[in-house]
């Protein structure tokens, strides 16, 4: 495959299951795995503390919905994603038009979240929810 010169991935910023069923999940992840996370309010857990990706998470099916349609309900006509994954791109606007001019169907179009990240989402052929994003306090050197 070749990859469209408008597009530059800078890393891997971050990975994860689709939960379906959080206490399993939990079980796994926490009590046979042995991982270290954060857990927000809303019961998200997370951690930017584990070797080999910048951010780990595990994110509620619900979750990705809202973030993707504005709903807690994936819709019925999509399949569902098993995982997730995020792409840091040199430019998100030029990488979100390559997606479109390659035929992607775009779930969010370079849209600012609350915590700082401009993110653009849509599905894999294999299911994967895939973002292309710019994430500033990644990027940041000390």
Request: with cysteine; hydrophobic share 40%.
């Amino acid at each position: 495959m070749i990859i469209p010169p408008n597009i530059k991935v800078l890393f891997i910023s971050g990975f994860g299951p689709i939960v379906q069923d959080s206490k399993a999940s939990r079980d796994l992840y926490i009590n046979t795995l042995g991982i270290s996370f954060d857990e927000m309010e809303s019961g998200y857990l997370h951690t930017a503390k584990l070797e080999g990706a910048k951010y780990f998470a595990l994110w509620p099916i619900s979750q990705a919905a809202f973030s993707c349609f504005g709903t807690d309900k994936w819709p019925e006509d999509i399949p569902a994603p098993q995982a997730w994954i995020e792409f840091d791109v040199e430019n998100v606007e030029t990488a979100t038009q390559e997606l479109r001019n390659q035929g992607y169907r775009l779930l969010v179009t370079a849209r600012k979240e609350p915590w700082g990240q401009t993110v653009t989402r849509f599905l894999s052929p294999e299911g994967l929810l895939v973002g292309v994003v710019y994430t500033p306090w990644m990027r940041e050197t000390s």
